[in-house]
């Protein structure tokens, strides 16, 4: 098997989370992704709609899940779809869950095949008076593609056009922005995956290497320690391309006296982690570089004393925002004058670090949360500052994820090295 198995009880618990948020007489339903197409026969691999996958653990498609806890009958209370194996599926592509497979991982009592969803449609939703329906709502979501709940939506709509819809994603966002321990497992076995790929490619990057080969030392292993590979689309820029906030290319020779940059990590179990180094290519920062690597170092660390319960992310951000003011300033990248006159949303530390400093991560890399939450005990985040100074082809930035905790913030990364020092050790142990 290539995850450890996950506890069935953490999806048990995350249904009566989702149960005790619903209104009374309401139906929940939650349609698994579709498998989406390239071209001519060519399909990718499933990514699973992440609510789905919270209150299930099922990672097939054709799945729906069907909760309605004022059903009059209790096994109706719960009900799991999931896609009957054919022998046509089971020569192709490998047998789906059985009913005893699918009810063991999820801990859901009653489970029907898919091709029944129809007729139990009917038969419950004229019993309830809301029911709720899931979209994207995460604030940086650009959907241009209909998935399969926007489908449903239509047809349920269509169908049953008197019901009083809800709008789910608001109450799987609330229970989501908070991690319970199983999830924190997983989400540090992908962390320590990563940390491991990172430890390789101490020993592997030097001048005349590509991007693209740090890319498959990563991938390699990624996979041989159980993860299906990267979480994202790995970002590994040197020099100028460091200073590419969303370079994908990967295709540039690292040269000497560069620095690379990688944004880098991997997921475990459909959980995910998210990593940043910046490394210089011959296994020595120049002075100027390491000057701004400790700036780098310096904000992150700040802003890791500030990521705690209460704080709210606009004022996290500005206050970080403060923070980076005064290292830019010390960098000679802007002037004390001018910074003091400077707006108060700071355009000119923005010509220099450009991005927010943090995110929520769990099953999605941007996590959902319900907007402007305060953070709180139990939530995960990143810290990522960097400082990017194109004219200089120099670009930092430093990245670990944090388990917010009431007495300080856990360090899911605290074994990847990030000190200046360890990493030079490392580059050029032989």
């Excluded at 709509?157 to 789910?168: D, K, N, S, V, W």
């Excluded at 290497?209 to 590994?236: C, D, K, N, Q």
Aim: glycine letters at 8%; proline letters at 5%; hydrophobic letters at 40%.
């Amino acid at each position: 098997m290539r995850y450890d198995p996950i506890d069935p009880q953490l999806f048990v618990r995350n249904r009566e989370k989702l149960r005790a948020l619903l209104k009374p007489n309401s139906i929940v339903i939650v349609l698994a992704n579709d498998i989406l197409p390239t071209n001519a026969d060519g399909t990718l691999p499933l990514r699973q709609n992440a609510d789905l996958f919270y209150l299930t653990g099922v990672d097939q498609e054709e799945s729906v899940l069907v909760l309605m806890p004022d059903a009059v009958e209790p096994r109706e209370r719960e009900i799991l779809f999931v896609k009957e194996t054919s022998e046509h599926i089971a020569i192709w592509d490998g047998e789906k869950l059985t009913k005893d497979e699918a009810k063991a991982a999820t801990g859901i009592e009653r489970v029907e095949w898919t091709s029944s969803f129809d007729g139990w449609l009917h038969r419950l939703v004229p019993q309830v008076d809301h029911i709720y329906l899931t979209t994207n709502e995460h604030l940086r979501a650009d959907v241009v593609v209909e998935t399969a709940n926007d489908r449903f939506i239509k047809r349920c709509q269509a169908r049953y056009p008197l019901h009083r819809y809800e709008r789910l994603a608001p109450l799987m966002h609330r229970l989501r922005i908070t991690k319970d321990a199983e999830e924190i497992k997983f989400i540090q076995k992908a962390c320590d995956i990563t940390g491991a790929g990172f430890r390789r490619l101490l020993g592997f990057i030097k001048p005349g290497v590509g991007e693209w080969e740090i890319e498959a030392e990563l991938l390699h292993e990624f996979v041989r320690r159980g993860s299906r590979g990267f979480a994202y689309t790995p970002i590994v820029g040197t020099g100028k391309n460091a200073c590419v906030l969303h370079y994908l290319s990967n295709d540039k020779v690292c040269q000497d006296g560069d620095v690379v940059l990688m944004d880098v990590a991997a997921e475990y179990g459909g959980w995910n982690s998210d990593l940043t180094r910046s490394v210089p290519v011959n296994g020595r920062f120049s002075p100027r570089q390491r000057e701004v690597y400790d700036a780098v170092l310096r904000v992150f660390r700040g802003a890791n004393e500030i990521l705690r319960p209460g704080n709210t992310p606009i004022e996290y951000q500005k206050q970080v925002m403060e923070l980076m003011e005064a290292e830019l300033v010390n960098l000679g990248l802007i002037g004390a004058k001018e910074a003091r006159e400077q707006p108060a949303d700071k355009p000119l530390v923005r010509k220099y670090f450009m991005h927010g400093t943090s995110h929520h991560l769990g099953l999605d890399v941007h996590d959902v949360s319900p907007p402007h939450e305060p953070f709180a005990e139990g939530m995960v985040f990143t810290i990522e500052p960097g400082i990017y100074i194109r004219e200089e082809g120099l670009g930092i930035r430093l990245e670990n994820d944090v388990l917010i905790g009431v007495e300080g913030n856990r360090d899911l990364m605290a074994d990847i090295p990030i000190e200046a020092e360890e990493i030079e050790e490392l580059m050029n142990a032989g």
